[in-house]
């Protein structure tokens, strides 16, 4: 076991080695940030000086192991924008985002999952092709728009919720829903894909004719398989909205992390854009180390230890 | 469902729906909600117009300027010019900061030293750099010299000199200041969770009239539709950042009204430097190939006030004697050709893609050119990368705009003399009298200056002069507050309206 984590923890260091590599060129690539810190009449010697005192007259890859040396040392800078530490930042609005994707996720799996085995039990029929094309929907609208919508109706017209901001779980409705929806469609067909692939196999035969009830057979046999591509995707998706909502978090005016990344890379506040990069590439790695443990419990034929 | 799961469910719904916040606030607190949140709350680390606005209720200034680019007393409670180049003043004995430390001569020496830091990069010390000199006389007396006559002296101060405390700076160091600020304004802060809202609460002993809200909370909401609904549901009380297609819906609604406040003069530079616009007729030819007044009719609702120069009709200074240039792409064929460019020219014109409605203008002004011969490739850019371009001398033609203060110093100044910037153009005649201007201390003289400086730069055209669009911000029934035309957020002079 600890040799098999010794090598996850091996391939996390090298993956979050290369993303750092990776999004600190591109980010320098993008443009010289002393520009926008000093005002329109700045001389040329000011900008030069300022371009001196931060370090971005030093050769990239220096930049690139100064910026290591301290990170490795739990130092990510100060934003140039903000003028707080980075992480400072960060962490204050990680927990937002947090509750975002996890509220978004639990919604979605909630309703998707029911849904989804439902429709692959009675596939054809109208609730199937009802909410096959629920999932459509939700697929393709655009969060931008549901998210006004939903303030439209929810707030201006019934005044039942808040428009936008964070303080009460009343705040969280809306944005969770708008996240969740294209969530929701996206598992409900996955599970009823797999339910569908899942039911059509031998054992489940086996089960129907032992005279077990449809509801064991479904619940118990087949959806324990369909898990497991269900917590795979789930898993990567909890990553992809730690950091890929800033269009709800800018309709809503939800504090996350999103926003605050994007923000950084128009300010070209390069120590926040890095620093935002490593965390929520060390949360992706952990949300898919925790999806593989999981397996191990799903499915007791899946070991990654070796047997003494 | 089974029962458990119904009630369950009809409990989560409940409490959720119990954690509601209250649609109206409480009447002595007063929501304000703008585009963006406060970067900090140091007006000498920002120069970014949400911050300032939240900044001028916690700081106060010696003076408060007005909409006529004069002043009045603040923290200054009297002052005289004891020459040409120095005014003494003296600071009302009464005023103290929230932390209880007064404000003496020596915290204004401490606070324009401060603002001259080098290492501090204050992004308002441009606009100070005509003075040269504070010397304390005592306690609540100093003077202040400038190197030059200069006439919008005291109206800079009023803005740009925001009176901080030397004690507290000195123990909590800059960067802490920047989001713990205590300040000598009627309002001091009280929390500030980032990302959610700015606590502020009134200074019990404030020098001046009691703010009217005890409580004033400012929160941010990038997208517009959501601002006007959390007006429209009485969330906010007050909007800034309305885009004009949606003002009427305000209007209509029964429930809040418009204030004007700053205006917004966006224009187009053009490189002169460069062939062939270092020709005065290929530049008039620009100007003359736009037609504002369609564009201010189809985009602002015909609110833009159409400019003539590069002076806004709404400040004191603008030629009585300029006509806007009027649509007339037969003129403008006209001189290109006189120019020897009788099939027309290629340009390139740049716009950021952050302004507000900049697309369609910059697609209506390239159709017009185009009408007149001017064939333009629109070249969108995002904001670093449209500054990095800009001060590179890459732009032929560019979109920015400014803010049209009552003061033409301000923007004039920083726009058009070559010692402030001169990446595409320079007139050493307008560098000159831009220089007088601000050394005329009488009104009237000053603004014959301004005019003929109005007029010479209208005729040698280095901008195509657009409009200046008013900007609103959107106020709750129950609130009494005006605009005003610096555009900031000031609340101190918003209350009840009975």
Same mark, same amino acid.
């Given at each position: 076991?600890?040799?098999?984590?010794?090598?996850?923890?091996?391939?996390?260091?090298?993956?979050?080695?290369?993303?750092?590599?990776?999004?600190?060129?591109?980010? =320098? $690539?993008?443009?010289?940030? *002393?520009? %926008?810190? @000093?005002?329109?009449? #700045?001389?040329?010697?000011?900008?030069?000086?300022?371009?001196?005192?931060?370090?971005?007259?030093?050769?990239?890859?220096?930049?690139?192991?100064?910026?290591?040396?301290?990170?490795?040392?739990?130092?990510?800078?100060?934003?140039?924008?903000?003028?707080?530490?980075?992480?400072?930042?960060?962490?204050?609005?990680?927990?937002?985002?947090?509750?975002?994707?996890?509220?978004?996720?639990?919604?979605?799996?909630?309703?998707?999952?029911?849904?989804?085995?439902?429709?692959?039990?009675?596939?054809?029929?109208?609730?199937?092709?009802?909410?096959?094309?629920?999932?459509?929907?939700?697929?393709?609208?655009?969060?931008?728009?549901?998210?006004?919508?939903?303030?439209?109706?929810?707030?201006?017209?019934?005044?039942?919720?808040?428009?936008?901001?964070?303080?009460?779980?009343? =705040? $969280?409705?809306?944005?969770? *829903?708008? %996240?969740? @929806?294209?969530?929701? #469609?996206?598992?409900?067909?996955?599970?009823?894909?797999?339910?569908?692939?899942?039911?059509?196999?031998?054992?489940?035969?086996?089960?129907?004719?032992?005279?077990?009830?449809?509801?064991?057979?479904?619940?118990?046999?087949?959806?324990?398989?369909?898990?497991?591509?269900?917590?795979?995707?789930?898993?990567?998706?909890?990553?992809?909205?730690?950091?890929?909502?800033?269009?709800?978090?800018?309709?809503?005016?939800?504090?996350?992390?999103?926003?605050?990344?994007?923000?950084?890379?128009?300010?070209?506040?390069?120590?926040?854009?890095?620093?935002?990069?490593?965390?929520?590439?060390?949360?992706?790695?952990?949300?898919?180390?925790?999806?593989?443990?999981?397996?191990?419990?799903?499915?007791?034929?899946?070991?990654?230890?070796?047997?003494? | 469902?089974?029962?458990?799961?119904?009630?369950?469910?009809?409990?989560?719904?409940?409490?959720?729906?119990?954690?509601?916040?209250?649609?109206?606030?409480?009447?002595?607190?007063?929501?304000?909600?703008?585009?963006?949140?406060?970067?900090?709350?140091?007006?000498?680390?920002?120069?970014?117009?949400?911050?300032?606005?939240?900044?001028?209720?916690?700081?106060?200034?010696?003076?408060?300027?007005?909409?006529?680019?004069?002043?009045?007393?603040?923290?200054?409670?009297?002052?005289?010019?004891?020459?040409?180049?120095?005014?003494?003043?003296?600071?009302?004995?009464?005023?103290?900061?929230?932390?209880?430390?007064?404000?003496?001569?020596?915290?204004?020496?401490?606070?324009?030293?401060?603002?001259?830091?080098?290492?501090?990069?204050?992004?308002?010390?441009?606009?100070?750099?005509?003075?040269?000199?504070?010397?304390?006389?005592?306690?609540?007396?100093?003077?202040?010299?400038?190197?030059?006559?200069?006439?919008?002296?005291?109206?800079?101060?009023?803005?740009?000199?925001?009176?901080?405390?030397?004690?507290?700076?000195?123990?909590?160091?800059?960067?802490?200041?920047?989001?713990?600020?205590?300040?000598?304004?009627?309002?001091?802060?009280?929390?500030?969770?980032?990302?959610?809202?700015?606590?502020?609460?009134?200074?019990?002993?404030?020098?001046?009239?009691?703010?009217?809200?005890?409580?004033?909370?400012?929160?941010?909401?990038?997208?517009?539709?959501?601002?006007?609904?959390?007006?429209?549901?009485?969330?906010?009380?007050?909007?800034?950042?309305?885009?004009?297609?949606?003002?009427?819906?305000?209007?209509?609604?029964?429930?809040?009204?418009?204030?004007?406040?700053?205006?917004?003069?966006?224009?187009?530079?053009?490189?002169?430097?460069?062939?062939?616009?270092?020709?005065?007729?290929?530049?008039?030819?620009?100007?003359?190939?736009?037609?504002?007044?369609?564009?201010?009719?189809?985009?602002?609702?015909?609110?833009?006030?159409?400019?003539?120069?590069?002076?806004?009709?709404?400040?004191?200074?603008?030629?009585?004697?300029?006509?806007?240039?009027?649509?007339?792409?037969?003129?403008?064929?006209?001189?290109?050709?006189?120019?020897?460019?009788?099939?027309?020219?290629?340009?390139?014109?740049?716009?950021?893609?952050?302004?507000?409605?900049?697309?369609?203008?910059?697609?209506?002004?390239?159709?017009?050119?185009?009408?007149?011969?001017?064939?333009?490739?629109?070249?969108?850019?995002?904001?670093?990368?449209?500054?990095?371009?800009?001060?590179?001398?890459?732009?032929?033609?560019?979109?920015?705009?400014?803010?049209?203060?009552?003061?033409?110093?301000?923007?004039?100044?920083?726009?058009?003399?070559?010692?402030?910037?001169?990446?595409?153009?320079?007139?050493?005649?307008?560098?000159?009298?831009?220089?007088?201007?601000?050394?005329?201390?009488?009104?009237?003289?000053?603004?014959?200056?301004?005019?003929?400086?109005?007029?010479?730069?209208?005729?040698?055209?280095?901008?195509?002069?657009?409009?200046?669009?008013?900007?609103?911000?959107?106020?709750?029934?129950?609130?009494?507050?005006?605009?005003?035309?610096?555009?900031?957020?000031?609340?101190?002079?918003?209350?009840?309206?009975?």
């Amino acid at each position: 076991m600890l040799q098999y984590l010794f090598k996850r923890l091996w391939h996390t260091v090298y993956v979050i080695i290369g993303i750092s590599v990776i999004s600190f060129f591109f980010i =320098h $690539l993008s443009g010289d940030p *002393v520009m %926008l810190m @000093l005002p329109g009449d #700045a001389s040329h010697q000011e900008i030069e000086d300022l371009r001196q005192q931060l370090g971005f007259n030093d050769p990239i890859y220096v930049q690139y192991l100064r910026f290591a040396w301290q990170a490795l040392r739990g130092e990510f800078g100060q934003s140039l924008y903000y003028k707080i530490p980075a992480m400072q930042l960060i962490l204050e609005r990680l927990p937002a985002s947090l509750e975002l994707a996890a509220a978004a996720m639990l919604i979605a799996l909630v309703v998707a999952v029911p849904i989804g085995i439902i429709s692959a039990v009675r596939r054809g029929s109208l609730l199937d092709m009802g909410s096959m094309f629920g999932a459509l929907f939700g697929l393709s609208m655009p969060h931008f728009w549901l998210g006004i919508m939903l303030i439209m109706i929810f707030s201006v017209r019934l005044g039942w919720l808040p428009t936008s901001g964070r303080g009460t779980l009343a =705040h $969280l409705i809306m944005p969770s *829903v708008a %996240l969740g @929806l294209s969530l929701m #469609a996206m598992f409900a067909r996955l599970t009823r894909s797999v339910m569908l692939e899942v039911l059509s196999l031998d054992y489940i035969r086996t089960a129907r004719s032992k005279g077990l009830k449809e509801r064991i057979v479904v619940s118990k046999h087949a959806f324990k398989n369909a898990l497991i591509p269900l917590v795979t995707v789930a898993g990567m998706q909890f990553g992809f909205l730690l950091g890929g909502t800033v269009i709800i978090e800018t309709v809503f005016a939800w504090p996350g992390v999103g926003r605050l990344v994007v923000q950084a890379i128009f300010n070209r506040d390069y120590p926040l854009v890095q620093a935002v990069v490593l965390v929520l590439a060390v949360i992706f790695v952990a949300v898919n180390f925790i999806v593989d443990m999981l397996y191990m419990y799903l499915d007791p034929q899946i070991s990654y230890f070796e047997d003494k | 469902m089974k029962k458990w799961s119904f009630f369950t469910l009809a409990g989560f719904i409940c409490l959720a729906l119990a954690g509601a916040p209250a649609a109206v606030a409480a009447s002595d607190t007063l929501v304000v909600m703008q585009e963006a949140e406060p970067v900090g709350l140091d007006l000498m680390q920002s120069s970014i117009q949400t911050t300032m606005s939240v900044c001028y209720n916690i700081h106060d200034t010696l003076f408060h300027p007005q909409e006529d680019a004069s002043v009045l007393p603040a923290l200054a409670e009297k002052w005289e010019k004891i020459d040409d180049l120095t005014w003494k003043i003296t600071l009302r004995k009464d005023a103290v900061f929230h932390n209880g430390e007064p404000v003496n001569a020596a915290a204004v020496k401490f606070s324009y030293d401060r603002a001259n830091n080098d290492a501090l990069k204050n992004p308002h010390r441009g606009k100070l750099s005509a003075f040269t000199e504070l010397k304390v006389i005592d306690d609540y007396t100093f003077t202040i010299k400038t190197e030059q006559p200069y006439a919008p002296g005291l109206y800079m101060l009023g803005y740009y000199l925001p009176i901080v405390p030397p004690k507290y700076i000195q123990e909590v160091g800059d960067s802490k200041y920047n989001t713990d600020p205590i300040g000598s304004g009627p309002y001091r802060l009280k929390k500030w969770v980032r990302g959610e809202e700015i606590v502020l609460e009134a200074f019990d002993k404030y020098y001046g009239p009691q703010p009217a809200y005890k409580n004033l909370i400012f929160k941010a909401s990038p997208e517009e539709a959501s601002r006007i609904a959390a007006l429209l549901t009485g969330e906010a009380q007050v909007i800034s950042g309305i885009p004009v297609h949606q003002r009427k819906k305000i209007q209509d609604s029964g429930k809040a009204y418009l204030t004007p406040q700053m205006g917004v003069m966006p224009y187009i530079g053009i490189n002169t430097y460069e062939a062939p616009f270092d020709d005065v007729r290929i530049r008039q030819a620009i100007n003359y190939a736009i037609d504002k007044e369609l564009i201010n009719k189809a985009l602002f609702d015909g609110q833009a006030i159409i400019c003539a120069g590069p002076i806004s009709p709404r400040t004191f200074g603008a030629s009585p004697n300029l006509k806007p240039y009027p649509y007339d792409p037969d003129k403008s064929r006209a001189l290109l050709k006189e120019a020897g460019h009788p099939d027309g020219i290629q340009a390139r014109l740049a716009y950021p893609t952050y302004m507000s409605q900049i697309q369609e203008q910059a697609e209506a002004i390239a159709a017009n050119m185009g009408k007149a011969g001017i064939n333009v490739t629109l070249e969108p850019f995002e904001r670093a990368v449209m500054w990095e371009r800009y001060k590179g001398k890459k732009h032929q033609l560019y979109i920015y705009w400014w803010d049209d203060a009552p003061e033409p110093d301000r923007y004039m100044y920083s726009l058009f003399n070559s010692k402030s910037r001169d990446y595409y153009y320079k007139n050493p005649t307008v560098d000159e009298l831009l220089d007088k201007g601000r050394t005329i201390m009488d009104r009237t003289e000053r603004a014959k200056v301004y005019a003929r400086i109005d007029e010479l730069l209208y005729q040698d055209a280095p901008w195509a002069f657009l409009y200046v669009v008013p900007e609103v911000f959107g106020v709750a029934n129950d609130v009494d507050y005006q605009g005003r035309r610096d555009g900031f957020l000031n609340m101190r002079y918003a209350k009840p309206k009975m």
